[in-house]
């Protein structure tokens, strides 16, 4: 059973082109969360998602940033028009349920960098 | 406003030794408080976790004390080993978890042989 899997591993941006974030939860898990890592700073919550549905953006910066949990496929953090700012790793986890989500499962995480 | 605060934020300890790592809260509707273990370029792994119903677990080398009054929890580990080196974060997270966690800045822990 595959843990989290996130691609790609590293992701190198210009400034001003989009970056696209892949994270394939653990088989049986609708439940996913992303995060954002900055050097030397602990991980800190964007966004919330079930299959189809957006539960909790409140830690998503307002512009240029979007995630969807589709049906099929992964899910997708997608950030827009990159800024050397938005460089950092960024990690999903996953969940069986929302009750279950006290002890999820992270990936490896992407690390972009905006050049 | 940084709800966690992690201390210190590097420590060496020698091979054996006991490494203490502190954290202090100020949210009082948290009510699951985890440490995450995390090597570089890999995604942070649960080590242990604590609800506020209880004062200490243990589980192997690894202890969580908690103090529910002082809202402040501690991660002890004992005999430490050299494959221990790795950062260590607190995290914090209100009932339902719809927030999700709220993590620590982090203690970087090395071990010498």
């Known amino acids: 059973n595959a843990g989290v899997m996130q691609n790609p591993r590293h992701l190198v941006r210009r400034r001003g082109q989009e970056a696209r974030l892949r994270c394939s939860p653990m088989k049986g898990h609708s439940h996913v969360y992303w995060y954002r890592q900055l050097p030397e700073e602990g991980l800190k919550f964007m966004v919330y998602l079930q299959k189809e549905n957006i539960i909790d953006e409140s830690g998503m910066p307002k512009e240029r940033f979007s995630a969807e949990f589709p049906k099929e496929g992964p899910s997708i953090l997608r950030i827009q028009q990159v800024v050397r700012g938005d460089s950092a790793a960024y990690f999903c986890?996953?969940?069986?349920?929302?009750?279950?989500?006290?002890?999820?499962?992270f990936g490896s995480g992407t690390r972009l960098t905006v050049v | 406003q940084q709800q966690v605060k992690q201390s210190p934020q590097s420590l060496i300890v020698q091979k054996g030794g006991i490494s203490i790592i502190n954290c202090a809260y100020e949210n009082t509707a948290f009510d699951y408080f985890p440490w995450y273990q995390q090597f570089p370029g890999k995604g942070p792994a649960l080590l242990i976790a604590i609800r506020p119903d209880v004062s200490e677990k243990k589980e192997g080398r690894f202890t969580i004390s908690f103090n529910k009054s002082a809202k402040q929890f501690s991660l002890h580990i004992m005999d430490s080993q050299p494959g221990d080196s790795a950062t260590y974060f607190c995290a914090a997270l209100v009932g339902g978890g719809a927030d999700g966690l709220t993590f620590g800045k982090g203690t970087h822990l090395i071990i010498q042989p």
């Open positions: 986890a996953s969940s069986t349920s929302r009750e279950l989500n006290y002890g999820y499962t």
